[in-house]
């Protein structure tokens, strides 16, 4: 059987990675475009003369030609411009609107059969508008904001409660900024939830509103330490997630920017919501129970998401 074939659509800081990633694990062949001649082949070459040291088997081919990727399995969306510090999300909407344009016809054109996934910013409004502009069904176009959340959510609370990573699980809902919901009572260490870990002195409340909050600021952390660009490691390892979990037909429950078609009573975009994600791409929206103040801070990122939409709309008309 034949290899499948990755095609990551924008080489820069988490393209490459993502190309890293996907020969190291095997994952198919890949092929990594960019607008910037020379870097996609540049960076798929030095990926292809890592492969005798690694020995893996893989293809890596750089390209500025969209009829490359024509019948990839799976396209992984980095096509953009990221935040500088002192920059939200959102500041980058106009000029990535443009891009998920280009984007969504070059995917449409040779890749219609893809699993695509979106990482470019404002995440919820750019995989809304490149599943406009691509016209693909919208169980084959998500985007990757939730698992990247919840990783660093689970990162922070193995720190503070000393146990492996591997044993916390946690949950991260709504949009990708600075409303997004950190979901206390569904996280947990090896089953038992947070607020339980409270009672049992593992921490205090305190701590957890902290940790929280640096949750929800994870992104611009980064986006500060390193003064260019932001966070590309752990954003290119979630998606791997999310791709592999397609390929393989693993139907993982992982939270990705899902189109709601009714879900949590709401329709017509996507926001971030936990979702089984197998050979049918995003095979189902889980609904979970919600008490009041996680509905209101839920209903706040969505009026927030809601927002980055129409202001998309409203910049191109082909979308209203
Ligand atoms: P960067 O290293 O600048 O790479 C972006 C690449 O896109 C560059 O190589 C550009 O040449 C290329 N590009 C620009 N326009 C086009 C086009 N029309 N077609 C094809 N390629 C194009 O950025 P990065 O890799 O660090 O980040 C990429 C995007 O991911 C940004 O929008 C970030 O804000 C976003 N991001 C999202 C998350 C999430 O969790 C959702 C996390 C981190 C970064």
Redesign the pocket.
Known sequence: MARPKIAL???????GTLAHLVALKELGDVVL????DG?PQGKALDIAEAGPSEGFDATIKGTTDYADIAGADVCIV??????KPGMS?DD?LGI?LK?MK??GEGIAAHAPNAFVIC???P?DAMVWALREFSGLPHNKVC???GV?DSARFRHFLSLEFNVSMKDVTAFVLGG?GDTMVPLVRYSTVAGIPLPDLIDMGWTTQEKMDAIVQRTRDG?AEIVGLLGN????YA?ATSAIEMAEAYLKDQKRVLPCAAYVDGNYGLDGFYVGVPTVIGAEGVERVVEIKMNKDEQDMFDKSINAVKGLVSACKEIDNSLA
């Open positions: 659509i924008g080489a820069g800081q988490i393209g475009f960019d607008i910037a870097t980095t096509a953009g411009v990221p935040r999300r980058l990535n891009v280009s984007v990482i470019t910013n995440l985007g990757m904001a990247l990708h992104g660009g932001s966070a590309f954003p």
